[in-house]
């Protein structure tokens, strides 16, 4: 069985062709044509993680849609969505460089949360899980954000840093699943697939 993925992540293609799951990307319109189905602005006093449940579970039902008006075969559509919540707060990509280093001062010997909602759209039902990862990163010094920023990898990242890249290096604890830090919880993420029959081992 195929399935369809609604993502433009490399990391989200990558974790999925590592577990041995055949797909087809779905594409998604962003800059100012973005699909308003899909808007990842949070609601005023939104909780993050009733946020990244509605973005998650809008990613699958519009992945769907799109199947659908391009007429071709019917097939799970996975999304998913990852937010950082720190102090209370949705943290989600940085809109400039400036507020990607905002962002890191303030994540800087501290503890947020990562979380991932992961939601398959089958037939109409969609499925929904959360994984949560907690991760704290050491104390960053001014230079090391400045060259961090620099390098351009926390710009689309929620909370301005890749786990599975350069900033790996801040990363002093994570409790929790590391590819659900990266966009895509494995282990929860094959479990939904069992549910609808995908045995990838």
Do not use: W
């Amino acid at each position: 069985m195929r399935l369809y993925l609604a993502s433009r992540s490399p990391r989200r293609r990558e974790l999925l062709s590592r577990i041995g799951i055949d797909f087809d990307t779905v594409l998604f319109r962003d800059g100012v044509r973005a699909d308003s189905e899909t808007d990842e602005t949070p609601f005023p006093h939104e909780d993050p993680v009733a946020y990244v449940e509605r973005v998650a579970r809008a990613k699958a039902v519009h992945g769907l849609k799109i199947v659908q008006e391009r007429r071709l075969p019917l097939r799970p559509v996975l999304a998913a969505d990852t937010t950082l919540e720190f102090q209370g707060e949705i943290i989600g990509k940085p809109v400039n460089m400036a507020d990607a280093a905002h962002i890191l001062q303030r994540l800087s010997g501290q503890t947020h949360r990562v979380l991932t909602g992961v939601a398959i759209n089958h037939l109409g039902h969609t499925e929904y899980l959360l994984s949560t990862s907690e991760v704290r990163f050491r104390p960053l010094d001014e230079e090391e954000i400045r060259h961090y920023v620099m390098s351009g990898e926390p710009m689309d990242k929620a909370g301005a840093y890749g786990i599975q890249g350069r900033a790996g290096m801040f990363v002093e604890h994570l409790s929790g699943s590391y590819t659900g830090v990266m966009g895509l919880p494995v282990c929860e993420t094959g479990e939904l697939l069992k549910k609808l029959g995908f045995r990838p081992l």
